[in-house]
Structures are given as structure tokens and as C-alpha cells.
């Protein structure tokens, strides 16, 4: 039973097609195309049966997990492309990311009130990890798709990288410009910025400066500190660790 | 005595700086007023002197060198007061004042639970052996200052739950 759809086949298939007419001048052979096209279609269902076998692996390994989405990649294959369909119907990977993604939102939401929106993603994991059993083994990497797929959703699910491969995620739509970001990256080792900090390390007017920090604290992000002796300091609750959970 | 438990915001320096956005300040001042009524309840503390309480590690966290500013302590009380959780014993000063971690009624609550279960219902005692004795030397209301004992009887005594017998005794129902 053939399957009409958005197999990796069926596109390079288009493709092809469409580059035979567009470039008349590159000609492909059609026994040529034939062989391509079944090769991928070949490759497809290999990597169903493969998915098939390794169903449990997927579900429970975070590495085979990230490694297949890889190989996935590779063939133009998503297998949370849509809700409907042999990957998600049989292996439930769309179900796996669509309850992070529910898990995602409750932490966020249950944490907001302290960070205002704002959560590394490392505490985010260790908080899901900690709900359950089945979660102990969901990496960042998983997590990082779902708040992709979230984000698509339209909701305000956003991950800001700030270096070292780490990442910040924000739960709440008001958008924070580059700005906002490279001082919440300047401030992620300590926790906090001054604005003296800001305009040496940045070489930022100081005027951009406070422009910024008065946008976090407005937004609840940054509470001040006015009993450092260097001056006011910007704390952000987000980069600062809370280990009671 | 078990460690306190201090929450996350006793670590964050910015929690000993009265927050100009209001929302986080009404936050923080929740905080304040959760902390001061936990800290004392542990330490079974009934009342507070602020000069005292200014620099003791409540309002003073030494090892990041903060310290909540006398003004902002009164703040701080003034919602406690407002919440009924303290009374100034010099309201014109306000240098010292009486701690309810639990108000009054729910001290009376308590209290008659403990009676009810130990079968003391018609019986007469002194309030010296309530709250002094060695029967209730694990319960919450062990070593309660008078004034707030008197206070917490008095709520029962309205709903004939008990009668308070001079100062010093008090027969339950």
C-alpha cells in the first residue's frame, strides 16, 4: 500500500521533477530519477522499520533519542511535523514532545512568579526530571525541540543562548530585543550586572545601559541591589540558583 | 532545634533592598512578612525587639553582607501588623512587639484539640501545667507566653468551649 504524502521521497521526488524543467539545459535521465526517488523511498522505510524496532530505545534514551532525530534530519524526515501520521500515531513521539512541552509550561508557569518568566534550561530539566520517573532521562536537547515546537504553536516560548552552550528560556511574550539578551549573557556568571559593567564591558552609552535594565526590572526580571559598594547591582532570579525547588 | 530553613530569597542580596517595581516589591514584602512570622514560630519566639531584631541574622545575613535598613523593618511590620500577625506593646515608640505567628482563635483551635484528645474535656488545670507541663512538652503551644494563652482561652471562653478561672486555671468543656 503505497502512502500519498510528506515522505522524503515524495519531496526529492518534486524536486527533481522541478529541476528537470527548470534547467533545461540539465538533463536528467529518467531512469536516473527512478533509482533516486527509490532509493529514498527505500531509505524511508527503513528508517520506519527501524523506528519500529527501537520504539522503547526512543522513548526511554535521550542520546538514541537525539541520534535519531539526527538521522531523521538528514532525510528531510520530521517526525513531529504532524500530529498526524506513522510517527506519531505509532511511536508516540509527538505525544513524548507534546507532554514536555504541557511540562515545559507548567514549570514555567509555577516558577514565574520568582524569575518573572525567565529560567535556565538546566534548572528547567532538573525540575521536570524531578516530577516523575519517566522524565529522569529527558536531556536539553529534548527539551530545546519541544520549546521549538511550542514556540510554532504561537505561544511565548523562546530558548536565548548565552554561551557555553547553555541557554535561558523565556516564557512570557514580551520580547526581549538583542539588548536585553547580550546583558542577561554579560550576566549569567554572576548572576548580576551593574550599569558601570554594562558600559565597560559592552562599551555601551549609558544611557542604553540603564534603557535596559529598567526594562527587566519593569518586567519583573531584574530586582536591584542598592547595598553593594561598587553601586546599584541587577540581580536576575532566573540565573540564581534555588536549590530548594 | 531542628536548622531554620532560610527560603532562596535570604541569599539574594537584592531581598534586603526595598524594590522600586511595586509588584515585585509586593512579592518581597510577602516574603518579608512569611520569613519573620516562620523564623519567630521556629524559634518560639513570642515577641520582638527591633533594635535587637535589627541585627540579628533575621534582618541580617552576614555572610553576603546584607542588612535591611530600619526603615524598611518597619515596613515590613506595619504589614505584619496589618495582617494581625503583631501589636506594638508601644505603638507611639514602636520598639518592641508581640509575635502571633497564629492568631488567637487558632491557638484556641489547637489547644482544645489537644484537650479533646487526651480526654480532658470537664476537667479544671492551671495554665501553668497547659502549656509548661510535661503532657504537652511536644506540642506547638509548649512554653506560650501568658498574654497570648489568655488571649487564645478568651476565644474559646466565647464559644463555651472553656472558662477561664482567675488568672491562673481554666476548666475545658
Request: hydrophobic share 35%.
Amino acid at each position: 500500500m503505497r502512502r500519498r504524502g510528506v515522505g522524503a521521497g515524495a519531496i526529492a521526488k518534486k524536486k527533481l521533477a522541478e529541476a528537470r524543467y527548470k534547467d533545461r539545459g540539465t538533463e536528467i535521465a529518467a531512469d536516473q530519477l527512478a533509482q533516486m526517488s527509490k532509493q529514498l523511498e527505500t531509505f524511508q522505510k527503513h528508517l520506519e522499520e527501524f523506528a519500529t524496532k527501537h520504539k522503547d530505545d526512543i522513548r526511554r534514551n535521550a542520546e538514541f533519542r537525539r541520534q535519531f532525530q539526527e538521522m531523521c534530519a538528514a532525510v528531510g524526515v520530521d517526525p513531529l511535523a504532524s500530529g498526524k501520521g506513522f510517527w506519531s500515531e505509532m511511536l508516540g513521539i509527538g505525544d513524548f514532545y507534546y507532554e514536555l512541552g504541557v511540562q515545559i509550561v507548567e514549570v514555567c508557569l509555577a516558577t514565574k512568579p520568582r524569575n518573572g518568566g525567565l529560567i535556565m534550561l538546566d534548572e528547567l530539566r532538573e525540575r521536570i526530571a524531578g516530577k516523575s520517573r519517566a522524565r529522569q532521562d529527558v536531556s536539553n536537547d529534548d527539551l530545546l525541540r519541544a520549546i521549538k515546537k511550542l514556540k510554532v504553536l504561537g505561544s511565548g516560548f523562546t530558548a536565548i543562548p548565552v554561551g557555553g552552550g547553555r541557554y535561558l528560556v523565556q516564557s512570557v511574550p514580551g520580547e526581549l530585543n538583542m539588548d536585553h539578551t547580550t546583558v542577561l549573557q554579560l550576566a549569567e556568571g554572576s548572576g548580576f550586572v551593574s550599569e558601570s559593567s554594562i558600559v565597560s564591558k559592552l562599551r555601551w552609552e549609558k544611557e542604553r545601559a540603564q534603557r535596559v535594565l529598567d526594562h527587566m526590572v519593569k518586567e519583573g526580571l531584574a530586582w536591584v541591589d542598592d547595598q553593594a559598594t561598587e553601586g546599584r547591582q541587577y540581580w536576575f532570579p532566573a540565573l540564581f540558583p534555588d536549590p530548594a525547588g | 532545634m531542628a536548622e531554620f530553613q532560610w527560603p532562596w530569597q535570604y541569599n539574594f542580596p537584592p531581598f534586603f533592598t526595598i524594590q522600586p517595581n511595586k509588584d515585585t516589591q509586593a512579592k518581597q514584602l510577602e516574603a518579608w512578612c512569611l520569613l519573620v512570622l516562620s523564623y519567630c514560630r521556629h524559634r518560639r519566639q513570642y515577641s520582638l525587639d527591633v533594635t535587637d531584631a535589627q541585627d540579628s541574622p533575621l534582618f541580617h545575613n552576614q555572610k553576603i553582607g546584607r542588612k535591611l535598613p530600619l526603615e524598611a523593618v518597619y515596613t515590613v511590620l506595619e504589614e505584619l501588623r496589618k495582617k494581625g500577625n503583631i501589636e506594638w506593646t508601644d505603638p507611639k515608640k514602636r520598639n518592641r512587639c508581640l509575635i502571633m505567628w497564629r492568631t488567637p482563635e487558632e491557638w484556641g483551635k489547637i489547644i482544645y484539640q489537644w484537650v479533646t484528645s487526651n480526654g480532658m474535656n470537664n476537667t479544671v488545670c492551671t495554665t501553668y501545667e497547659l502549656v509548661n507541663g510535661d503532657d504537652t512538652s511536644n506540642q506547638e503551644f509548649h512554653g506560650m507566653e501568658s498574654w497570648l494563652l489568655t488571649r487564645a482561652l478568651q476565644t474559646l471562653q466565647i464559644e463555651r468551649k472553656a472558662e477561664l478561672m482567675g488568672s491562673e486555671g481554666v476548666k475545658f468543656f
